[in-house]
Nanobody, 115 residues
Framework: QVQLVESGGGLVQPGGSLRLSCAAS????????MAWYRQGPGKQRDWVAS???????NYAASVKGRFTISRDSAKNTVNLQMNSLKPEDTAVYYC?????????WGKGTLVTVSS
């Protein structure tokens, strides 16, 4: 019932910037928390950032100060602005939400940070 589609991934040099976007079906952004997770090579999927329906944000320590999550409820999108990228940021990034006890994921978008 909920579809999440990520976009914006690609290859970027260390120190560069990239902006990811997640488009959601319906109007779920108006009432639920949205989040970004990532899974690097040989690693588990970890939480990166989240934004509540009221706009409050939280970040993992590894990205705090470099990444910014935001939402546009009118457009049903959530974005992740990534600055000062490091090679260790290389991962597949996933959009996530939880509604009525069910967790939803996008298919992911690959971000590669390499010179």
């Amino acid at each position: 019932q909920v579809q999440l589609v990520e976009s914006g991934g690609g290859l970027v040099q260390p120190g560069g910037s990239l902006r990811l976007s997640c488009a959601a079906s319906g109007s779920i952004f108006s009432s639920v928390t949205m989040a970004w997770y990532r899974q690097g090579p040989g690693k588990q999927r970890d939480w990166v950032a989240s934004v509540t329906s009221g706009g409050s944000t939280n970040y993992a320590a590894s990205v705090k100060g470099r990444f910014t999550i935001s939402r546009d409820s009118a457009k049903n999108t959530v974005n992740l602005q990534m600055n000062s990228l490091k090679p260790e940021d290389t991962a597949v990034y996933y959009c996530n939400t939880r509604l009525y006890g069910i967790t939803y994921w996008g298919k992911g978008t690959l971000v590669t940070v390499s010179s």
